[in-house]
């Protein structure tokens, strides 16, 4: 059985010669001096407890530092009441590097360095441009409707609307929003089938007999759940015949059914 503790005079080894060795390094380096048979995963553990580092990089190089400690020295000089874009061009410019903004400002925050400037937008101060209400002037074209677009607006209550996917739509109202949960179109077929059997329940859905999305009357509607539409979709495929697709939603509600018995069984 492998130890699982180091005495003092290992620890003092470990603390030494953990530098600029990697830790199969240091492991067999161990192994000989105190003639034992520890693996590199305590050693890691060890490092990784105590926070000792090997200072090595994947490659086996010393890490490099974007700054050396003149350059610190003069990213402290220069930081007050300047922007961060103007420090980096200035660094850039001085010791002849191309560092990016983004590593200017990590190296800024990493050793606290402050600029001392509010970016706040001030009182009175426009942050759009003037050019956005000059009369005949358009600020943003791409934002604009374009010819063959439409807009809910236009319709009312009870028009109706065919989407990209091929179902029908019906607006319901006109006042919709996230926060209150009220949805100004709703899909006609579940209109259809709440007119005839009541709310659809949390996880239900009704899907169309004959597969085809226009045709909503309730002779041609099914609840199905979510387990049941799951399998439908995953093993059959639905066309226009009524029947055959009954056949097919009445499998997958029955494998649906099987498995959850199924899963009641394991427990």
Known sequence: MSRIYFTEEEKKYISRYCKGRTAEHLTKLFNKKFNTNINVAKI???????????????????KRRLLNDKEMKYLRKIANGKSRKEITELINKKFNKNLLLSQVVTIMETNKIHNNVDTKFKKGIVNYPEVAFKKGVRSNPAGEFKKGVSNHSKYKIGDEIVRKNGEVYVKVTDYAGRNNGIKM??????????NHHGEIKKGYFVMHLDNDKSNNNIDNLILVSQKELVRLNSEFTLDKDKEKNLTKIAAAKLKAKIGSLKKEMEF
């Open 44 to 62: 890691r553990d060890f490092k990784t407890k105590h926070r000792l580092r090997s200072e090595l990089r994947i490659n086996g190089s010393k």
């Open 185 to 194: 179109y709703e899909l006609k077929k579940n209109i259809v089938w709440k």
